[in-house]
DNA sequence: ACAAAAGTGTTAAGAATACACCCATGT
DNA sequence: ACATGGGTGTATTCTTAACACTTTTGT
């Protein structure tokens, strides 16, 4: 049988969540190429023969956001998409993944790029099947955050318990009740309070905390 | 810039579940090929351009198993692995997919590559990272069927509870109350009883349950 | 004194767990 | 009669959820 192999055209798209405002937000960039030019996507970018998808995401990474992936505390790959004709010349399968980070100042190499964080629910008109990757990533984040300690990524090393309950809120879009959330919360034993406090207004200076490890934990029960 | 892109091979392997004996058990076949040839290993094949991720599933499906894709009540994209160097010549990316069925006989076009059910506790030695894939895979149908009705695609269309609680218990791999899983189950009020027994042995018959809908659902809550 | 957010207590409903028991069948 | 697995009841403990309350700050 007379064979040649012929690999479809491969690609990385990173979805980049990081609370701003109490509100989840998602980078995007604007497209300089056809097709979708002028239009918001992902960053993202081709994935070449001998590299691995997270190399491809790393140079994704660097020219197109101005960070390494190392600077992600959390990072996990989602799905393989590959209803989206990426390119109209043929069929392209995209291999995603969820970024997670706290203070990010995006910086692409290329200018009119212009990276921005936009807020999940005022999401502009998006290129390929990217709102549909949006949507996945969100609900994985949803169960990430529910099953595990992932919300540390998004949070400074420092913050109150009212900061950790409006970061579930923001992301399971509810609201809690603040004293059952902190029973909760505190009953699983992975926060030290420091000796410090915010004082962030005309009330009550609240307590910071920290996670006792900067790392993904299982939680004992589901949020 | 003078650049040609080149993309990695792209690969599809299917993990295939079945119960047997009351146990857990995965599809195999013995390679016919280099590398690792005479070693059993996932079925699976090459994704070549043109062909979305299903499509080559599907391939892999009718020449090595025997069976469409569309036999399995449940399928399930799980991964893109890439560390797995699988052709000596070069990178490759496999997308891998969980397919859940109950009574499948496979059946390969080439007759030595005998398909055959392994139990999860007995498997032999496997090429590539496959045995990392599976044990991926378990880790996916067992939150599945904690928290959705996947089970159904595993068990035929009548069954006793004792055999829901038994596959329960092969994914689990630890053992249940009889009591309190059927009280829980039942409170789902996902099952009706038919007017049927099942008559096993030297023992009371015991009655046959459906599922009210042969598809995937959120169970209240998990297991 | 008051507004605003921090922080706590209490109770009732619901779910999980453990364990003991009865029932219907073939031999 | 008895062994075997089918099928059920109940009490205890743990979680969840709702809601009301007190505390500490700046103005």
Redesign the interface.
Known sequence: MEYV??????TVDSVIFQLIDNKLQVLLINRTNEPFRGTWALPGG?????????QALERVMTTKVGTSVKAFPVVE?L??F??GARDPR??A?S?TYMCLINGLVPASSDATQQPTFFALDALPKLAFDHAAIIKFAHERLDTRVASTTAVYALLPKRFTLTHLQQAYEAIHGRQLDKCNFRKKFLSFDLLVATDEYAQEGAHRPAMLYRFKEQKLQPLLR?F
């Open positions: 192999y012929h690999a479809p055209t491969l081709y994935n070449a023969a001998g590299d691995t998808t997270l790959q799905y393989a590959d209803t043929g069929h399968v291999i589901d």
